[in-house]
């Protein structure tokens, strides 16, 4: 367990949240049986984004590992659910292709404004980034490069169920939120609660 909140001591789960996470653990594990059995040759690795327990009206994402089919290095299971909650995205608003340009004022001495609260279209700190406030769930360690893709994508916690100690960026070969001088941590835990047994490599 990496908890970067509290120092040698793990964030404290309700019931509630032990539920929602052992639904998501058996997704992945459920997703991963099926990318065994479907005789693809894809890698059983599967990654879970669900909805958040506190807003569950939100769209859950989960990818596979597509390394084969794609012949492409980069489609680990975590980088395609990245991509496919980037995917999901509006695209931000961009003024029309024949607007005219129009000359920016000329600015002019004034007393600075007093700062005002924020409103409800304030956008808040994070909202940018493609998994804030989210978990993800993955069969399978993260690697270091997917590790770090999280760290990115500001991902609140990953949750894993088999360690990879050769190629994990979660603690196993490297420890990628432990690392100094990066700008965001989340936690990190290892599934050991049952639900997770079929989840091979």
């Not at 991963?32 to 769209?59: F, K, M, N, W």
């Not at 770090?148 to 420890?175: D, F, I, N, P």
């Amino acid at each position: 367990v990496f908890a970067p909140r509290r120092k040698h001591e793990p964030e404290p789960w309700s019931r509630g949240k032990l539920r929602w996470a052992r639904r998501a653990v058996d997704t992945v594990v459920r997703e991963a049986q099926h990318v065994r059995e479907s005789g693809s040759g894809e890698l059983p690795i599967v990654s879970y984004v669900p909805a958040p327990l506190d807003d569950p009206g939100q769209t859950p994402f989960i990818a596979h590992d597509t390394r084969k089919s794609t012949h492409h290095p980069l489609r680990h299971s975590v980088l395609n659910v990245i991509r496919n909650v980037a995917d999901h995205r509006p695209p931000p608003a961009s003024p029309p292709h024949n607007a005219t340009p129009t000359p920016a004022p000329i600015p002019t001495p004034s007393p600075l404004p007093l700062p005002t609260p924020p409103s409800p279209q304030t956008p808040r700190n994070g909202q940018s980034y493609l998994l804030t406030g989210h978990t993800l769930f993955t069969t399978h360690e993260p690697c270091i490069m997917c590790a770090m893709a999280l760290l990115h994508s500001r991902v609140k916690e990953v949750v894993y169920v088999r360690t990879m100690g050769g190629t994990g960026g979660c603690g196993g070969a490297a420890c990628v939120p432990r690392l100094e001088g990066v700008n965001h941590r989340y936690n990190v835990l290892r599934w050991t609660g049952g639900g997770g047994g079929g989840a091979g490599s």
